[in-house]
C-alpha cells in the first residue's frame, strides 16, 4: 500500500489527547492498511523524521478487520521506543466521519522531525 493511498482513503479526527486513523473505508484491506502505516512510522522514525509525541495515536478498525501479526511486531516496537499507538475496533454505533485529512509519514520530509 502507498502512502497516497493511505492518505486518500484513511479519515483523520484529531481531539486534544488522541488523533485517530479510521481504516474502515478500506473494507476487506483495512489489516494491510494498519500494517503498512504502522511500518512507515517505524521506518520514519528510523529516519529520524517522526519522534513520539503527547497524543496518543488510534488505528480504527470494524470487527471484520484481519490485524496481521506484523502490524502488531511494528506496534511493539513503536511502544519500545515511546511511541503511543493503538489498535482499536470501533464501536458498532460509531459513524464514520464524512471527511478528514490523514497524515502518512512521507520519505520527501527527511530533513524535518515530526512529533507525532
Known amino acids: 500500500?502507498?502512502?497516497?493511498?493511505?492518505?486518500?482513503?484513511?479519515?483523520?479526527?484529531?481531539?486534544?489527547?488522541?488523533?485517530?486513523?479510521?481504516?474502515?473505508?478500506?473494507?476487506?484491506?483495512?489489516?494491510?492498511?494498519?500494517?503498512?502505516?504502522?511500518?512507515?512510522?517505524?521506518?520514519?522514525?528510523?529516519?529520524?523524521?517522526?519522534?513520539?509525541?503527547?497524543?496518543?495515536?488510534?488505528?480504527?478498525?470494524?470487527?471484520?478487520?484481519?490485524?496481521?501479526?506484523s502490524a502488531h511486531d511494528w506496534l511493539a516496537s513503536l511502544a519500545a521506543k515511546g511511541f503511543s499507538i493503538e489498535i482499536r475496533q470501533a464501536p458498532r454505533n460509531q459513524l464514520q466521519p464524512l471527511s478528514g485529512i490523514p497524515p502518512f509519514p512521507s520519505r520527501s520530509n527527511k530533513g524535518a522531525t515530526r512529533k507525532i
Open 1 to 69: 500500500m502507498t502512502a497516497n493511498e493511505f492518505n486518500q482513503t484513511a479519515i483523520r479526527t484529531e481531539t486534544p489527547t488522541e488523533v485517530q486513523f479510521d481504516v474502515r473505508p478500506f473494507g476487506n484491506r483495512q489489516g494491510q492498511a494498519i500494517d503498512s502505516y504502522l511500518h512507515e512510522v517505524l521506518a520514519q522514525h528510523g529516519y529520524g523524521t517522526v519522534t513520539p509525541g503527547t497524543r496518543t495515536w488510534v488505528l480504527l478498525h470494524d470487527s471484520t478487520a484481519k490485524i496481521p501479526q
